[in-house]
């Protein structure tokens, strides 16, 4: 099983941006897919953006699509999410997942691991 560990939460100005950052360790990093969830408090946690073992397929949900971009780099063990013109509703807990190869996990259901979690706080 692969573990996963975030990095780059922070308190930002809407319209602002930041870098996430989760790095892997244990099982072959590269067979996984990978994703991004977030929760806010009181809320369920929900999907944010995958992609698949080689990076070539991305999905992303609709709320954070043209703002959100999810990569990885296999020989550094890291998937990444730049997030762009952020706003208030984007303050959340956000985790990093490990999933199906093919297409990364784009439901909880599908994650097998998960990081421990970064705070994103977005000022209004």
């Known amino acids: 099983q692969v573990q996963l560990v975030e990095s780059g939460g922070g308190l930002v100005q809407a319209g602002g941006s930041l870098r996430l950052s989760c790095a892997a360790s244990?099982?072959?990093?590269?067979?996984?897919?990978m994703g991004w969830f977030r929760q806010a408090p009181g809320k369920e946690r929900d999907f944010v953006a995958a992609?698949?073992?080689?990076?070539?397929?991305?999905n992303y949900a609709d709320s954070v699509k043209g703002r959100f971009t999810i990569s990885r780099d296999n020989a550094k063990n890291t998937v990444s999410l730049q997030m762009n013109s952020l706003k208030p509703e984007d303050t959340a807990v956000y985790y990093c997942?490990?999933?199906?190869?093919?297409?990364?996990?784009?439901?909880?259901?599908?994650?097998?691991?998960w990081g421990q979690g970064t705070q994103v706080t977005v000022s209004s």
């Open positions: 992609l698949n073992w080689r990076g070539g397929f991305t």
């Open positions: 997942a490990a999933g199906p190869s093919a297409s990364g996990p784009t439901t909880a259901t599908l994650v097998r691991s």
């Open positions: 244990g099982r072959t990093f590269s067979v996984y897919g």
